[in-house]
Structure formats: structure tokens, C-alpha cells
């Protein structure tokens, strides 16, 4: 029956989506007047499927010293020191239950995980303009997973843990990360979580690296091969286990040949492969409600969809699509923008889109946490899109909060 009733919202809310930019569109080129249209909907053949649980929301890393065009919006929404004992966040979450959780972000490729394997000081981030990213290496303690993993299954989440995969490369000054993976902590992450007993969705190895990646990037043959180890470190402590952990990478900017190149070379070894979206442009852009309002400029990401559907296709392997990460204006979004009614015209756009291209979860960024969560980042209350993503229909839970 939930999958029943899931299906039923998302029905509503892309129905909602079609007929709203028909009227937009109807506007614009009557100058003014609105004209009726009528939509069918052809319900005795599918044009793409999604999982159950579609929807999918991320937390991140970014401590309250991030700050973007002079504004922290940040607070303590961070894995580190979001208070979970905030009796809204987690009915936010189990309102969903299952919600899938993508842990991870710009800063998951600096972290280290205090396990004693290797041993090394556990310290937190520090914001420093010379460093990659703007802060130092920070540091995941296992009392703080142990916590994290205790409220994830009070909420019912699924969860699905990014791995830093910068661990053990040089750095060069183009950009290029050389030389293979140092799985070596993140194996030791794994291992006390499988013998904590700890139920983990999936691993994901790296956060925008592909392509020209963001800041650093790794090859893709060298990715490729990184992947397989990930697979070979998941198969070997989950020998015993009765269902495995999901495989999924990049978690990057879509680069057809980059992600070809993955794919191809290791059409087996991949769950799933995951792309980010912000195709808004940055946060600070003052035309942003325009963008959103603009059918015509959010059909253009339908090119990556195909594109990436078209890929996956044509290749031997079962791997299938998600979009990882969406916060749609990069930079921790824009307040009164992507935090407001207004930006349920994008993000519904974009929840029936990818799932026209067989994308079986769409993240969207963030739970809470800047200025695009579905959370508001101080007082937990529920942001307008947490609703577009849980209508009546969908989960009639939300309104108990």
C-alpha cells in the first residue's frame, strides 16, 4: 500500500508540474492571457520507473563557519553537530520512512574516520582559504556514527554513506588527483559498522570528482579502478551478511565521456551511478526566479538525463540512475528563493523529469542545512518543498509534526 500511495503522489505532483508549465507557457506567448488546455494521461504504459522510495534527501558536512557572498547559513546543521534529539527532525524523517539519506558533500573527501586504522589525531574542521575546499581535514568520531546510527533507525532512514575518496593521492597543481585510493580507513569505517550491526544502504565513493571535477579531479580509469576495490572491500566484509550494501559512484557533475569511460570499463562493479545537479547556476544570481519560472531554461537539463539514460542503455550493465545531490543554485542557494513556494516549481520539475528518464531516486539537497533544505535550518519547521515531496496523498504523516 505505500508503494501504492507514493506512486499516487508523484502522479499528482507531475500532472501539477505539466499543467503549470502549459499555463506558463500559454502566458507568455499570449502576452498576458491564460488559456485552458487538457492533459491525457496515458496510464496503461509506462514511460519510466522509479524505486519505491524516490525521494531521497542529503545531510552534509559544512560546519557553521561555511559562509557563501557574506551569508552563513549553515548553523549547526552539519553531520557533527546537528541536534538529534529535535523531536521535529526526526518526525520530519519518519514521516517518509523509508527516507533514503545520502550522506555527504563537498568536504566528505577530507574526512577521516577516527577508528584507529591508521592511527591519527582526530580533529575538526578549520576554515582556511588556502585549503582545498577552504577548510582542513576534518574527522568523523565513532561515538558521533554510533549517534548518527542510533537516530537513522529510530527514523527509519535509509542511508547511503559518501567515502572520501581523495585518501592517498597527490595532489598536482592542474588539478589532477594521481595515483590510486588509500582505502585503508574507509575499509576500517565499514568493518565497525558491519560489526556494530549498523544497516547501511550504500557506500558511495567520491563527491565531484568526475570530469573536470570540482577543485580536484580524478581520471576515470583511475576512478574505474577505485570502484572495483570499493566493490572488493563491500564483498568481503559483507561475506556473511545476508543483503549487501549498494556500490554507487561518482557523485559528480555529469561529463558524458567521463561517465562513459566509467561505465564501460567496469559495467558489473556499479549499483549505481550517481550525478549532482545545480543547473540554476550560483546562489548569488539574481535572475533565479526567472530561471524557475522558465520552462523553456529547466527543459535543458533533460539533456542530461538522456544522455545519461542513453549510456546505461548501451552498456552491459545493470547499474542504474540517481541524481545524488540537487539543490539547484549552488553555493548554499539563495534565501527567500530556494527556501520559498517558488522553488516547488523547480524542484517538482525536475522529480517528474528525471523520472521520464528512468532515474530511480532524485536527492535533493539538503534535509537542512543552507538555504536550500527541506528543513528550516534553525527551527526545523518544514520548508514549502517538503511538502511538494510529501502531498496528502503521499504521506499523510507530514502534517503530524
Known amino acids: ?66 559562509c557563501d557572498y557574506g551569508t552563513c547559513s549553515w548553523g549547526h546543521a552539519s553531520m557533527l553537530n546537528l541536534d538529534l534529539n529535535n523531536t521535529v527532525l526526526l518526525n520530519a524523517v519518519k514521516a517518509f520512512s523509508p527516507l533514503k539519506l545520502r550522506l555527504g558533500g563537498t568536504l566528505q573527501d577530507k574526512v577521516i574516520y577516527d577508528t584507529g586504522s591508521p592511527p591519527q589525531p582526530c580533529t575538526q574542521f578549520v576554515k582556511n582559504s588556502s585549503e582545498l575546499f577552504g577548510f582542513t581535514q576534518g574527522c568523523l568520531p565513532m561515538s558521533r556514527w554510533d ?73 576515470a580509469d583511475q576512478y574505474a579502478s577505485d570502484v572495483l576495490s570499493l566493490q572488493h572491500v563491500v564483498e568481503d566484509l559483507y561475506k556473511n551478511s545476508d543483503v549487501k550494501p549498494l556500490v554507487l559512484a561518482p557523485g559528480g557533475f555529469f561529463d558524458a565521456g567521463w561517465y562513459k569511460q566509467l ?10 551511478v550517481t550525478h549532482h545537479i545545480y543547473n540554476l547556476g550560483p546562489g548569488v544570481d539574481t535572475h533565479l ?41 549552488y553555493n548554499s542557494g539563495h534565501n527567500l528563493v530556494t527556501n520559498a513556494f517558488v522553488f516547488s516549481f523547480w524542484y517538482l520539475d525536475q522529480l517528474g523529469m528525471s523520472a521520464t528518464y528512468d532515474t530511480k531516486t532524485y536527492c535533493r539537497q539538503t534535509l537542512i542545512g543552507g538555504n536550500y533544505g527541506l528543513l528550516n535550518t534553525t ?16 504521506n499523510p504523516a507530514c502534517c503530524t509534526l
Open 263 to 272: 561505465v564501460t570499463t567496469i559495467p558489473k562493479s556499479l549499483d549505481v
Open 379 to 394: 527551527t526545523f519547521v518544514p520548508n514549502p518543498d517538503y511538502y511538494s515531496c510529501s502531498s496528502p496523498c503521499y
Open 147 to 219: 549517534e548518527l546510527n542510533n537516530f537513522f533507525k529510530k527514523a527509519g532512514a535509509l542511508v547511503i554513506f559518501g567515502l572520501n575518496a581523495l585518501n592517498g593521492r597527490n595532489l598536482s597543481s592542474d588539478g589532477s588527483a594521481l595515483g590510486p585510493w588509500d582505502y585503508t580507513n574507509a575499509a576500517s569505517l565499514i568493518r565497525y559498522t558491519v560489526n556494530k550491526g549498523y544497516v547501511i544502504y550504500g557506500w558511495e565513493l567520491g563527491n565531484e570528482l568526475s570530469g573536470n571535477g570540482v577543485g580536484v579531479r580524478v581520471a
Open 1 to 66: 500500500m505505500g508503494s501504492q500511495f507514493q506512486f499516487l503522489g508523484l502522479y499528482f505532483w507531475v500532472v501539477f508540474c505539466i499543467y503549470s508549465s502549459i499555463t506558463v507557457e500559454s502566458q507568455n506567448v499570449s502576452g498576458g492571457g491564460t488559456i485552458e488546455g487538457t492533459v491525457l494521461i496515458n496510464g496503461s504504459a509506462s514511460i519510466g520507473r522509479i524505486d519505491d522510495d524516490f525521494i531521497c534527501a542529503t545531510m552534509d558536512w559544512w560546519p557553521p563557519e561555511k
Open 289 to 329: 526566479i526567472d530561471k524557475i519560472l522558465d520552462p523553456t531554461y529547466l527543459d535543458g537539463e533533460a539533456n542530461t538525463f538522456s544522455s545519461l539514460q542513453s549510456i546505461l542503455k548501451s552498456t552491459a550493465t545493470n547499474a542504474t540512475a540517481w541524481v545524488g545531490e540537487a539543490g539547484g543554485a
